[in-house]
């Protein structure tokens, strides 16, 4: 393969998950009588240009389909980080009625919904058709249709260009990573500024957050490759954020790199030094990841034989994507670990992929009162042992296996 943004031979390998099915692509009762999908799921790093990302397997139109059953919404943690973003965009970029805000990947309207309650004008782009029904059911305006550099010169010859362009968890997804950003750099006005927010490599590597990993993530982004790969695309980025999100995330500003008007902060310069003195322009950085995942592979793997045989019920929470890369690639199947719970009512009454565990309802587990809860999106365990708190009245403990085994 050719590397997404350089195209040069991606020459470090990363980590072999071995193969499984898009983790999004749940399974009704009827698909389950019929063969899954499965496919390769390998990351490999260009030295180049220091892009991590998976082999080419699948398209976006396979992965991001009508019935994409991730909603945003479901999550009051990430509700509230929305909530503040808004609040702090408006007031840094004095955002008002006379401005255009748009976000890519707006999901079910999650994000919008607090810039149209502050009466400031806005738009979303969001190709799965599930999701951006919801975001229309709140009384956003949704394009349906995949981002990139045709629609968004469409959509700028309509007049639509922003003040503001939202990016948040959506530059991993994109297979043309050169064509997206081409589309932003389209899209704003001459003085625009765009947000981007994406898991941090770094993170993923002291974290051992492999589970991070599926197909639906084409890239792993340090802020060394994006600063790169947006300067080769004619955007400058002008300051970045820490975030607590998603296991810890990145969120960068960027602007048209010819425009200038938001002086680089010096937490730029700063952060590229840190990714340097951490190695991550090294081989040696990426060595012996595989190794590491492999070892809390094989912990949780071993917690749920040993409760097995001591004749213990494991349930777990949270049809995640990432909880999907974890059992499958630790081969677990509804012999260990019962069922999933999950708020979405998309999700309920399917099955995972690959690992084909049943995902019920909250109620069920109320009822079935398990003695161990798996977190699978260990990134929402705070809010999660309080919204499941419960669970501790018969006795009943929670399991998060990344970065280690851990019981609460």
Same mark, same amino acid.
């Given at each position: 393969?050719?590397?997404?943004?350089?195209?040069?031979?991606?020459?470090?390998?990363?980590?072999?998950?071995?193969?499984?099915?898009?983790?999004?692509?749940?399974?009704?009762?009827?698909?389950?009588?019929?063969?899954?999908?499965?496919?390769?799921?390998?990351?490999?790093?260009?030295?180049?240009?220091?892009?991590?990302?998976?082999?080419?397997?699948?398209?976006?139109?396979?992965?991001?389909?009508?019935?994409?059953?991730?909603?945003?919404?479901?999550?009051?943690?990430?509700?509230?980080?929305?909530?503040?973003?808004?609040?702090?965009?408006?007031? %840094?970029?004095?955002?008002? =009625?006379?401005?255009? $805000?748009? #976000?890519?990947?707006?999901?079910? @309207?999650? /994000?919008?919904? +607090?810039?149209?309650?502050?009466?400031?004008?806005?738009?979303?782009?969001?190709?799965?058709?599930?999701?951006?029904?919801?975001?229309?059911?709140?009384?956003?305006?949704?394009?349906?249709?995949?981002?990139?550099?045709?629609?968004?010169?469409?959509?700028?010859?309509?007049?639509?260009?922003?003040?503001?362009?939202?990016?948040?968890?959506?530059?991993?997804?994109?297979?043309?990573?050169?064509?997206?950003?081409?589309?932003?750099?389209?899209?704003?006005?001459?003085?625009?500024?765009?947000?981007?927010?994406?898991?941090?490599?770094?993170?993923?590597?002291?974290?051992?957050?492999?589970?991070?990993?599926?197909?639906?993530?084409?890239?792993?982004?340090?802020?060394?490759?994006?600063?790169?790969?947006? %300067?080769?695309?004619?955007? =400058?980025?002008?300051? $970045?954020? #820490?975030?607590?999100?998603?296991? @810890?995330? /990145?969120?960068? +500003?960027?602007?048209?790199?010819?425009?200038?008007?938001?002086?680089?902060?010096?937490?730029?310069?700063?952060?590229?030094?840190?990714?340097?003195?951490?190695?991550?322009?090294?081989?040696?950085?990426?060595?012996?990841?595989?190794?590491?995942?492999?070892?809390?592979?094989?912990?949780?793997?071993?917690?749920?034989?040993?409760?097995?045989?001591?004749?213990?019920?494991?349930?777990?929470?949270?049809?995640?994507?990432?909880?999907?890369?974890?059992?499958?690639?630790?081969?677990?199947?509804?012999?260990?670990?019962?069922?999933?719970?999950?708020?979405?009512?998309?999700?309920?009454?399917?099955?995972?992929?690959?690992?084909?565990?049943?995902?019920?309802?909250?109620?069920?587990?109320?009822?079935?009162?398990?003695?161990?809860?798996?977190?699978?999106?260990?990134?929402?365990?705070?809010?999660?042992?309080?919204?499941?708190?419960?669970?501790?009245?018969?006795?009943?403990?929670?399991?998060?296996?990344?970065?280690?085994?851990?019981?609460?």
């Amino acid at each position: 393969m050719k590397c997404r943004h350089c195209g040069s031979e991606p020459d470090i390998p990363f980590i072999d998950l071995g193969n499984s099915p898009p983790s999004n692509a749940y399974l009704t009762e009827m698909q389950l009588r019929a063969p899954e999908k499965w496919y390769p799921l390998r990351v490999v790093v260009c030295s180049n240009c220091w892009l991590a990302q998976t082999e080419d397997h699948l398209g976006e139109e396979e992965l991001f389909s009508d019935d994409y059953a991730y909603f945003s919404s479901y999550s009051d943690s990430w509700l509230r980080h929305a909530q503040d973003y808004v609040a702090k965009v408006t007031e %840094r970029f004095h955002l008002g =009625s006379q401005s255009l $805000v748009a #976000e890519v990947a707006a999901n079910d @309207g999650y /994000l919008l919904q +607090f810039v149209q309650a502050r009466s400031i004008p806005c738009y979303g782009v969001e190709p799965s058709a599930g999701v951006a029904s919801a975001a229309r059911e709140k009384g956003i305006d949704i394009v349906q249709d995949f981002f990139g550099k045709d629609l968004a010169s469409r959509l700028a010859a309509q007049g639509r260009q922003a003040d503001l362009l939202a990016a948040n968890n959506v530059l991993a997804h994109v297979p043309d990573i050169n064509d997206f950003l081409a589309g932003f750099v389209a899209l704003l006005k001459p003085d625009g500024v765009a947000t981007f927010e994406f898991p941090h490599l770094m993170n993923l590597v002291a974290q051992v957050q492999f589970d991070t990993i599926y197909h639906e993530h084409y890239s792993y982004l340090s802020l060394t490759a994006v600063h790169g790969i947006f %300067r080769a695309n004619g955007l =400058s980025i002008f300051d $970045v954020e #820490e975030l607590e999100t998603h296991g @810890g995330s /990145l969120r960068v +500003f960027a602007q048209n790199a010819r425009s200038g008007v938001h002086k680089p902060r010096p937490e730029v310069a700063a952060f590229l030094k840190r990714e340097s003195v951490a190695g991550l322009t090294s081989h040696d950085y990426y060595a012996g990841f595989q190794a590491r995942a492999d070892h809390v592979k094989n912990a949780f793997l071993e917690f749920l034989l040993e409760a097995k045989r001591a004749g213990k019920k494991v349930a777990a929470y949270g049809a995640a994507a990432k909880g999907n890369t974890l059992l499958n690639y630790a081969g677990v199947r509804p012999d260990l670990l019962a069922y999933v719970v999950d708020r979405n009512p998309a999700k309920q009454g399917k099955f995972l992929p690959g690992s084909r565990i049943p995902i019920v309802a909250e109620e069920y587990l109320r009822n079935d009162r398990p003695q161990w809860v798996v977190l699978l999106p260990w990134n929402l365990k705070k809010e999660l042992m309080h919204q499941l708190s419960y669970v501790h009245e018969w006795g009943g403990r929670f399991v998060t296996a990344v970065p280690a085994l851990t019981v609460a």
